[in-house]
């Protein structure tokens, strides 16, 4: 199937359905509620497109079924959001869905009110056992034999005969209980990371939302960047902004300024913010939707102009930026990005990001394509339409006082890319020329 044929999907207006291309779902930034003049995201048809994304992959790697409890893999499979980022560190809920596409949701009262307005959802049921050694205590062991007895009593009822499933971090005592009860068990990464890669134009559209959040917060930056304001105050803008926009969380707070920007990733603190120095941060951002804005860029606090090694630095990463999204299209090798990559002077190259470019769907996800000085961790495959994928640059000096670190979000397309980041690089930054 085709990810662009205007055939293939469209969008919901008051009226009447209208055709919807990723390329035209790349150029729209949908209204934050429903207005009914207005189009909307049709979330029911999101919801569909992923859930057999999720039942097709099931199919081609030999899954009769998947237990899910990451909270993001749960909401990409059925749509359903319950306490997530208390389900990361604590495995409370959690969904078995077979690969004919019975769902059936486990969780607390909450989860389970909201898991039943959901027509991805066939069952919810209220006899969770949490795999959590919080709820049982000593008697994790004989919670997880429970726990597994319930599971295989839904793979014999949905799955026929099959019996390999995948089982998302459920820990060693029950993935043994399982396998004594005649279960075979793997880890489902492979085959969800190949159901998240391709996106629908909705999520586009999704993403587009968490895209204007991100970019709100970051004009609060910059409006409050002044001499004298701390990186954790700076910070709190886009956090105020995430919060009011109703996205999720910010995976980190990755905000430097001055000397802190050179090595990077060192998070915000409390260091008061002078004029002069370069204030460099990556928005890392989980939206409305649970969908991600991956975005960097770097600001100049003044009064004052920015000095030429700091035009140098911005531009060196803005031309990598730029050259390595040129190379983000349908059919190209993870290989041959890596060898037409951008190649920053002499000096200024050794201090690389960890990768060059990675996925981006509901967060951070498959494929990450590394630098050459990262061989060991390469592998191969090729870019997809209907791929998003975060394009990255950090330049700095080994030793420096200063870095850069830019970062663009693009659509892959059948004929080349869109970027779908659209908050504008800083022209006093940018080459006099620009």
């Given at each position: 199937m085709r990810m662009n044929e205007a055939t293939d999907y469209s969008i919901s207006f008051a009226a009447k359905p209208q055709p919807l291309t990723l390329e035209q779902a790349a150029m729209?930034?949908?209204?934050?509620?429903?207005?009914?003049?207005?189009?909307?995201?049709?979330?029911?048809?999101?919801?569909?497109?992923?859930?057999?994304?999720?039942?097709?992959?099931?199919?081609?790697?030999?899954?009769?079924?998947?237990?899910?409890?990451?909270?993001?893999?749960?909401?990409?499979?059925?749509?359903?959001?319950?306490?997530?980022?208390?389900?990361?560190?604590?495995?409370?809920?959690?969904?078995?869905?077979?690969?004919?596409?019975?769902?059936?949701?486990f969780d607390s009262a909450p989860g389970r009110s909201t898991g039943a307005q959901l027509e991805t959802i066939d069952e919810v049921?209220?006899?969770?056992?949490?795999?959590?050694?919080?709820?049982?205590?000593?008697?994790?062991?004989?919670?997880a034999k429970n726990w597994a007895a319930q599971i295989a009593d839904l793979v014999a009822r949905h799955c026929g005969s099959e019996?390999?499933?995948?089982?998302?971090?459920?820990?060693?005592?029950?993935?043994?209980?399982?396998?004594?009860?005649?279960?075979?068990?793997?880890?489902?990464?492979?085959?969800?990371?190949?159901?998240r890669k391709i996106k629908c134009p909705e999520e586009i559209l999704a993403m587009n939302q968490a895209i204007?959040?991100?970019e709100d917060g970051?004009?609060?930056?910059?409006?409050?960047?002044?001499?004298?304001?701390?990186?954790?105050?700076?910070?709190?803008?886009?956090?105020?902004?995430?919060?009011?926009?109703?996205g999720e969380w910010i995976d980190y707070r990755l905000l430097a300024s001055g000397e802190r920007t050179n090595p990077w990733q060192q998070e915000a603190s409390s260091r008061m913010i002078r004029a002069g120095d370069m204030v460099v941060f990556d928005c890392g951002m989980l939206g409305p939707w649970s969908y991600g804005a991956d975005?960097?860029?770097?600001?100049?606090?003044?009064?004052?102009?920015?000095?030429?090694?700091?035009?140098?630095?911005?531009?060196?990463?803005?031309?990598?930026?730029?050259?390595?999204?040129?190379?983000?299209?349908?059919?190209?090798?993870?290989?041959?990005?890596?060898?037409r990559r951008y190649m920053v002077e002499e000096g200024f190259g050794f201090q690389t990001y960890p990768c060059l470019a990675h996925g981006l769907g509901m967060g951070d996800e498959w494929p990450v394509i590394y630098y050459p000085v990262d061989e060991?961790?390469?592998?191969?495959?090729?870019?997809?339409?209907g791929m998003v994928m975060c394009v990255e640059s950090y330049v700095g000096e080994i030793g420096g006082a200063e870095g850069v670190k830019l970062e663009d979000q693009v659509l892959i397309l059948d004929n080349g890319h869109i970027v779908?980041?659209?908050?504008?690089?800083?022209?006093?930054?940018?080459?006099r020329e620009v």
């Amino acid at each position: 199937m085709r990810m662009n044929e205007a055939t293939d999907y469209s969008i919901s207006f008051a009226a009447k359905p209208q055709p919807l291309t990723l390329e035209q779902a790349a150029m729209i930034t949908p209204p934050m509620q429903s207005i009914d003049t207005e189009g909307i995201i049709d979330v029911p048809r999101m919801r569909a497109f992923r859930k057999n994304r999720v039942r097709e992959q099931l199919a081609i790697y030999g899954f009769g079924a998947v237990v899910l409890t990451e909270p993001l893999s749960i909401r990409y499979a059925v749509g359903v959001r319950n306490c997530a980022l208390f389900q990361m560190h604590i495995k409370a809920g959690y969904l078995f869905m077979s690969a004919d596409g019975h769902a059936v949701y486990f969780d607390s009262a909450p989860g389970r009110s909201t898991g039943a307005q959901l027509e991805t959802i066939d069952e919810v049921r209220d006899d969770i056992l949490p795999l959590s050694y919080m709820f049982s205590g000593n008697r994790q062991e004989e919670w997880a034999k429970n726990w597994a007895a319930q599971i295989a009593d839904l793979v014999a009822r949905h799955c026929g005969s099959e019996t390999h499933i995948g089982v998302e971090s459920s820990g060693s005592l029950a993935t043994a209980a399982l396998e004594d009860l005649g279960l075979r068990v793997s880890d489902p990464a492979e085959a969800l990371a190949a159901a998240r890669k391709i996106k629908c134009p909705e999520e586009i559209l999704a993403m587009n939302q968490a895209i204007a959040v991100a970019e709100d917060g970051m004009t609060r930056m910059r409006d409050n960047l002044r001499n004298g304001v701390t990186e954790l105050q700076l910070w709190s803008h886009m956090w105020q902004a995430l919060i009011e926009g109703g996205g999720e969380w910010i995976d980190y707070r990755l905000l430097a300024s001055g000397e802190r920007t050179n090595p990077w990733q060192q998070e915000a603190s409390s260091r008061m913010i002078r004029a002069g120095d370069m204030v460099v941060f990556d928005c890392g951002m989980l939206g409305p939707w649970s969908y991600g804005a991956d975005i960097s860029r770097a600001f100049n606090c003044g009064p004052g102009k920015p000095t030429d090694y700091q035009r140098k630095l911005y531009t060196l990463a803005w031309n990598e930026i730029r050259h390595n999204a040129d190379l983000m299209r349908t059919g190209a090798s993870f290989r041959e990005i890596i060898d037409r990559r951008y190649m920053v002077e002499e000096g200024f190259g050794f201090q690389t990001y960890p990768c060059l470019a990675h996925g981006l769907g509901m967060g951070d996800e498959w494929p990450v394509i590394y630098y050459p000085v990262d061989e060991k961790f390469h592998y191969d495959g090729e870019i997809e339409t209907g791929m998003v994928m975060c394009v990255e640059s950090y330049v700095g000096e080994i030793g420096g006082a200063e870095g850069v670190k830019l970062e663009d979000q693009v659509l892959i397309l059948d004929n080349g890319h869109i970027v779908l980041s659209r908050y504008p690089y800083e022209e006093s930054l940018l080459p006099r020329e620009v």
